[in-house]
C-alpha cells in the first residue's frame, strides 16, 4: 500500500469534478461513508499512518481532523469531532474555565485536548511530538504516569 493509497478512500468523499455527467466509480464505491461518523485506516507500518495522516491533512485542510489514537491508527473525522472540541463544550457546559482544566494522554490524537486545557500532561511513553505538545510530563504507563501526574501536578 502506498501512503497516497489511504487518503483516496477518504477522497471519495468530494464531489465530482465540474464537467463529468456521473460521479467516478470510485466515488460511487465510496459514497456509503458519507454518513460514517469516523473512518479508522489501520496499518502495520506506522510510517504509512504517519504519512496518511499528513497527506488527509493536506487534502482535506480544516474540513477533517486527521490522528493518530495508536501508532497503527489514523483516525478521520469531522473536525469538531475530537479531545479538543470535546474539552471545549465541557468546558462551556460545565462552566469551567480552561485554565482550571487538567488533560493528559500519550497518542497524537490528544495534542487537540492539550490546546484547550490549562494543564496539559503527557505521558512518559507518549512520542516526544506528543511530549513537547504538552506543559508536562510524567511517567510512562508502566510506571504508574497517570497516578504520578495526578500527584505531582494536580494534587
Not at 454518513?35 to 485542510?61: I, N, P, T
Amino acid at each position: 500500500m502506498d501512503a497516497l493509497d489511504f487518503p483516496h478512500a477518504v477522497g471519495c468523499h468530494a464531489a465530482p469534478s465540474a464537467g463529468r455527467k456521473s460521479p467516478s466509480r470510485r466515488y460511487q464505491t465510496w459514497q456509503p461513508l458519507l454518513a460514517a461518523a469516523k473512518l479508522v485506516g489501520v496499518s502495520d507500518d506506522h510510517q504509512v499512518v504517519e504519512a496518511a495522516a499528513v497527506a488527509a491533512r493536506a487534502q482535506f485542510g480544516d474540513h477533517v481532523s486527521a490522528a493518530r489514537s495508536q501508532p497503527y491508527y489514523l483516525d478521520l473525522t469531522h473536525p469538531q469531532a475530537n479531545k479538543g472540541a470535546v474539552v471545549k463544550y465541557w468546558s462551556a457546559k460545565l462552566r469551567i474555565s480552561p485554565e482550571q482544566i487538567a488533560t493528559i494522554g500519550d497518542m497524537p490524537n490528544d495534542v487537540l485536548m492539550f490546546a484547550h486545557s490549562g494543564l496539559s500532561i503527557a505521558m512518559g511513553n507518549a512520542s516526544h511530538e506528543v511530549q513537547r505538545a504538552a506543559r508536562r510530563v510524567t511517567t510512562s504507563n508502566e510506571e504508574e504516569g497517570f497516578a504520578n501526574a495526578v500527584e505531582q501536578f494536580i494534587l
